[in-house]
């Protein structure tokens, strides 16, 4: 059975760097499939966030590629988000998830984070 | 940029009655690339339908999906009381490469 974790702070000051990490056990990351990251804010709708191929190609939502980096660490079998300056707007539950063909199959649970001074 | 349309906002329906959930997209999207999420409160989405129409493992028949082009539905057959939750249409394809409906909540009458 696949199954994601996500771990990282829960609580980032603004203009910091939001950095979360998905471990995967149950699949090896080598093996193929793109892995992605989805955010929620509270109480609001899902917004794809980018994804990464176990090669370590990417390709990001346009609207933060310019915060966004996303990478692998396949001897870990983890992937990692970095979200750099952010704000308030950033507060969102944050969700790893693997892509089967063109929709997400496995997520992890969720994590909260929190920009707040 | 496809920008994905659900409707209607919220649907108030009893057990047992038929859910009938619709997703509209700015532009037409290819069949292999519309999925249906189901999310309960405190959870993570839930993968329910893929490719528009083909359910995905250990999902219940009641649960079926069908559309093209433009327009897209996901539909309940009879609802059981698990069933309320809000419902995600996703589409992939164009920039954004991936983009999220803002929801159908299925709310018990």
């Known amino acids: 059975q696949v199954q994601l974790q996500e771990s990282g702070p829960g609580l980032v000051k603004p203009s910091e760097t939001l950095s979360l990490t998905c471990a995967v056990s149950?699949?090896?990351?080598?093996?193929?499939?793109?892995w992605g990251w989805i955010r929620q804010p509270p109480g609001k709708g899902l917004e794809w966030i980018g994804s990464?191929?176990?090669?370590?190609?990417?390709y990001y939502n346009p609207s933060l590629k310019s915060r966004v980096t996303i990478s692998v660490d396949t001897s870990k079998n983890q992937f990692s988000l970095k979200l750099s300056s952010v704000t308030a707007a950033d507060t969102a539950v944050y969700y790893c998830?693997?892509?089967?063909?063109?929709?997400?199959?496995?997520w992890g649970q969720g994590t909260l984070v929190t920009v707040s001074s | 940029e496809i920008v994905l349309t659900q409707s209607p906002g919220t649907l108030s329906l009893s057990p047992g009655e038929r859910a009938t959930l619709s997703c509209r997209a700015s532009q037409s999207v290819s069949s292999s690339y519309l999925a249906w999420y189901q999310q309960k409160p405190g959870q993570a989405p839930r993968l329910l339908i893929y490719g528009a129409s083909s359910r995905a493992t250990g999902i219940p028949d009641r649960f079926s999906g069908s559309g093209s082009g433009t327009d897209f539905t996901l539909t309940i057959s009879r609802l059981e009381p698990e069933d309320f939750a809000v419902y995600y249409c996703?589409?992939?394809?164009?920039?954004?490469?991936?983009?999220f409906g803002g929801g159908t909540k299925v709310e018990i009458k």
């Open positions: 998830a693997r892509r089967m063909d063109y929709e997400f199959d496995y």
């Open positions: 149950g699949y090896s990351i080598s093996s193929g499939y793109y």
């Open positions: 990464i191929y176990h090669s370590g190609s990417t």
């Open positions: 996703q589409q992939y394809g164009s920039s954004p490469r991936l983009t």
